[in-house]
């Protein structure tokens, strides 16, 4: 796993515990959408609709379409995180003030990633940045933009403030 996986997932994980009951209440509507698929799958196989369009609506539902709607819920689910309310939260519960609205190791720090010049490197270089690694201001510039713009390609909400 990637350095920005571990953020990505230090983030969205810490917002998955305030939010499971909204995912589990998103779950059976992302099931539903499969399902709708189901039915035109048991229109097909008309014949036994009735006995086996519940069977093969609980088969599929728990295997293929039920990768799919994970898939769905999470991303659902990760769509409604609100990031910027997330990282208050935990931030709240620091005894350091972080500036994590601006620095890359200031957000690492927040979500207990050690912060390290090589570990900034590798999020660098994970993450595609082209310029000079010695010059790590603008780096861990880059390296900031790039990740809210990456957790909000996650499906994470982040305000255009955390953007810059």
Known sequence: MGIFDQLKNAIF???GVNQAQTSAAGQP?????????TPNVSESGSASASSSGTAPRGSAASSPASSSSTAGASSGSAQQVD??????GIAAKKPEKLNWQSSIVDLMKL???NPSLENRKALASELGYTGD????ASMNT????QVMQQLAASGGRVPDSLRH
């Open 111 to 113: 979500v207990d990633l």
């Open 29 to 37: 509507s992302s099931t539903v959408t499969p399902a709708a698929r």
């Open 133 to 136: 690694m010695q010059d790590s």
């Open 13 to 15: 994980s810490r917002a």
């Open 83 to 88: 990031l910027q309310t997330v990282l208050q």
């Open 142 to 145: 880059w390296l900031h933009r």
